[in-house]
DNA sequence: CGACGCATGTAAGTTGTTACATGATTAG
DNA sequence: CTAATCATGTAACAACTTACATGCGTCG
């Protein structure tokens, strides 16, 4: 599906940047739906350029480290707009290691189970807090401005992000709970 | 990580099979968190006997179909168990090719917006709709048994893909509000 | 001057998808 | 008889990860 070129292109259309731009884009602000090493990127940005969908300029960072600024063309601009304007079917569910552990729970003694539950808990406890402090520092959580600025996209694709990590959270409360009650019952 | 690995081993461990109910299990039951294409599973499957972790016995299907009926072995057995228990690190967030064409909304009219969210809305509620059909001919809602028994972890990831689901619908609905509450609000 | 971050790339390997390829069995 | 399903495999390709490899800039 060539989902990465059009992550790129669309980053790139934002702003023009380098590829270690993208990298750190990636990395920090796009991680909750999309990611990248830089062993991906740097190849690819050089098939968009060969392809005439970016171009760059050489930039000098000091005397002697030269990055390479990628600006969008034309034609790149219309192939992403015209990816991002395609309807697509529903995408395989996401594949989740720890979902599959859980289905073999029953090979699992019960603290064992316990112990997995609790683990995953307070990694997802932290995750969720770490997205609730962007949230807050985020500037359309402030001020609601402009539907159309990039800040929405940020704004709800994060809010989102939130939503999952309640609802993952949730679920694994409901598991716990739920094996704690079998777990000492009868007395 | 060998995820495909231990996903067979522990589906062996179930119950011996072949590779084409391996198949037909991923995709039908597996599917809310792992899955695997036929071409992926025969060489795993060869892969894993020659590591010695399963064997398989020559069935014949009639009279002269041949199906390899897989069986784990103690080896096999210990890999998995030793897997199953192992805490592991959060895995990255599952790519979401949607969140991030919601990420670069700016790029789009209100109209397309609001046809691409409602296209997702669609498709979601027809998903959670099989899902609920799962959980309401699903066994284990009907007699809560026994937590030890295979049921128990069908039931709980089950439950944990219509929860993911029903919040990814809220996220879309919310979504879709806030959009049209910005596209006719002066009037 | 040392540590950390900036900056760009390649190589080897793993994982996963799509397509190619074949043939038997069963239900209508 | 024919279509769907059962059954097993390989080949080519695409996507992604890990490791290798190098060198500059800046802050303390």
């Not at 969008?72 to 594949?95: C, H, M, S, V, Y």
């Not at 997205?131 to 994060?158: C, F, N, R, W």
Request: proline share 3%; aromatic share 12%; glycine share 4%.
């Amino acid at each position: 599906m060539r989902t990465l070129k059009y992550a790129i292109l669309g980053l790139i259309n934002r702003n023009s940047m380098t590829g270690y731009d993208l990298m750190k884009v990636f990395n920090l602000e796009l991680v909750n739906f999309w990611y990248a090493k830089h062993s991906q990127i740097y190849p690819e940005l050089k098939k968009l350029t060969d392809d005439g969908l970016i171009t760059y300029e050489t930039v000098l960072l000091g005397d002697k480290l030269e990055k390479k600024l990628y600006s969008i063309t034309q034609e790149g601009r219309k192939d992403f707009l015209n990816w991002l304007a395609k309807q697509d079917q529903l995408e395989p569910t996401p594949k989740d290691i720890f979902r599959l552990k859980t289905f073999f729970i029953e090979s699992m003694t019960r603290e064992e189970m316990l112990k997995q539950f609790y683990y995953q808990l307070d990694q997802r406890k932290a995750k969720l807090k770490k997205l609730e402090t962007s949230m807050s520092q985020h500037p359309y959580s402030k001020e609601i401005s402009d539907i159309a600025s990039p800040e929405y996209g940020d704004y709800i694709v994060l809010k989102g992000a939130i939503m999952r990590e309640h609802t993952y959270i949730d679920w694994l409360k409901g598991c716990i709970k739920e094996i704690e009650s079998f777990t000492k019952p009868h007395f």
